[in-house]
């Protein structure tokens, strides 16, 4: 190969290296910061294709979406003295890439930080209310203000916090189990006077019920009798002027239903004397 060709050759390779170095792309979601030895010189927030010169500046990319993040679960004091395990995350995102470069350099710094801040604030509020609070309209008064306080001291790294909420609020395990007894053993007791009331509304229902039947048995018993009555009554009546129409005919019936009633049972053997008068009328005829 000749030496013009390889001058060339090396030239266009040369250009080619410091083209690719010269130019980057901002995503729609970065913003970037060129660097000049390590010193902030410009941020670029627009995206598309960017120029820095090659091998002297450097450029650094930070995610301008609201990020979030996590926290370890941390046991806060209340004002009134109780425990409680406080789970909460935080909504940020980078507002100042010059002041967030400047004060933590780069994202994981920043969340270390942020986890520092909202924490402390958390413990402090949290120490200012009860127990009792939480559960109330006054617990969003308290993330209000941890929210303000909070990004009171991220604006000054370059942050701004977009929310912060407690996912859940816990009791430690060793006072969640008492707790747990405790109200168990409340609802037991609730219970035994549940069940105590059924079983005394039971018994005068029971009460109620057994006076109600024996009245109705009283009154149908009276009733029976009063109407037995009647009917006796009644069939005297009927006896008596079926009697004094005809004696003898009467007396003659009346025979013979006993006989009837004294001889129904062919199973039974029945020895009378003959000259019984209750015979008269077997050997008369009459």
Known sequence: MKPRAIVLLLS?????ILLLN???IVQETNQAMVLSLGKVDRV???PGLKFRIPFYQQVVMFDKRVLSTSFEPEEVVTADKKRIVIDSFTRWRVKDAKTFYEAMRNEQTARQRLNFIVNS?????IA??????????IRDQVMAS?????????????VEIVDVRIKRTDLPDANAQSVFNRMRAERDKEAKEIRAKGEEEAQKI?????????????????????LRGQGDAEAGKIYAKAYGQDPAFYGFLRTLEAYRNALARPDKMLLL????DFLKTMKTGN
């Open 44 to 46: 670029i927030a627009e």
């Open 128 to 137: 200012a209310v009860t127990l009792q609070d939480m559960t109330t309209p």
């Open 146 to 158: 941890i929210l303000a306080e909070t990004n009171a001291q991220a604006n000054r790294l370059g």
């Open 12 to 16: 266009g390779l040369v250009s080619a």
């Open 121 to 125: 604030s958390i413990r402090e509020k």
């Open 273 to 276: 004397d003959p000259s019984m």
């Open 22 to 24: 010269s130019v980057f």
């Open 206 to 226: 029971r009460a109620t019920a057994d006076k109600d039947r024996t009245i109705i048995l009283a009154d149908a018993k009276k009733q029976a009798d009063t």
